[in-house]
């Protein structure tokens, strides 16, 4: 099955500067991959996310970048602000192309 | 728009005691699953289903149990509770690829 890996697993910037999370990926058959961000206290919320046909999305501040020969893909978060801060979660498909499995979470702190 | 709720919140059980963790979504989502989130594992997979009546397992099932009799709600039992299965356990429910999370259930075993 899909096994997802996410570094780093704590991560401080200061306000303005660039922030970089990153993910491999098992299954070279997965071609959805979500990222989302969770506040303290609630559950998670999906911030963005690429399919395998393309290699790069942006959402204003935010980007994912996705290179499936290598099979990772990375988040990239400029200006950083402090309403930033919280845990961010990459996925890939699991089973039967499904339920999503998780990495292991970076908890990203923005220092004003 | 409700979306998704979880109930209890918060709770304290004791060892060996049974508790349900009740999930039920408005959105008529085919999917439906259940994570758990612990320090150091991030969210880990107990069982999914794909419609009423169909449930499969995930990557940590043993000790849970679920059943999905209705399409909008999807319970889960702790038919003896144990201390590892102290986490926050979070619902969640998919139309597609995007999956929706409800805000979680505290769950204590002491």
């Known amino acids: 099955g899909e096994n997802v890996e996410q570094h780093p697993s704590t991560l401080s910037v200061q306000e303005g500067d660039s922030a970089v999370i990153k993910c491999t990926y098992s299954?070279?058959?997965?071609?959805?991959f979500p990222w989302y961000k969770q506040e303290l206290g609630k559950g998670p919320q999906l911030i963005i996310d690429?399919?395998?046909?393309?290699g790069e999305k942006k959402d204003q501040r935010i980007a994912v970048t996705l290179n499936k020969t290598a099979k990772h893909f990375s988040l990239h978060i400029t200006e950083t602000q402090p309403e930033d801060s919280a845990v961010y979660f990459c996925?890939?498909?699991?089973?039967?192309?499904?339920?999503?499995?998780f990495g292991k979470g970076t908890t990203l702190s923005v220092s004003s | 728009d409700a979306g998704i709720t979880q109930s209890p919140r918060y709770k304290i059980t004791e060892t060996g005691r049974q508790v349900t963790l009740m999930c039920h979504q408005t959105?008529?989502?085919?999917?439906m699953f259940w994570y758990r989130q612990d320090l150091g594992h991030g969210l880990r997979l107990i069982y999914y289903?794909?419609?009423?009546?169909?449930?499969d397992k995930g990557e940590v099932p043993d000790g849970y149990v679920v059943s999905r009799s209705k399409t909008e709600n999807f319970p889960l039992t702790l038919e003896s509770a144990t201390r590892s299965q102290t986490s926050v356990y979070f619902c969640?429910?998919?139309?597609?690829?995007?999956?929706?999370f409800g805000e979680g259930s505290w769950l204590t075993v002491v």
């Open positions: 690429i399919r395998s046909n393309v």
């Open positions: 299954d070279s058959a997965s071609n959805y």
């Open positions: 969640a429910s998919s139309g597609g690829n995007t999956i929706y």
């Open positions: 289903s794909a419609a009423a009546d169909i449930t």
């Open positions: 996925a890939g498909e699991g089973q039967a192309g499904t339920a999503l499995i």
């Open positions: 959105w008529s989502h085919s999917y």
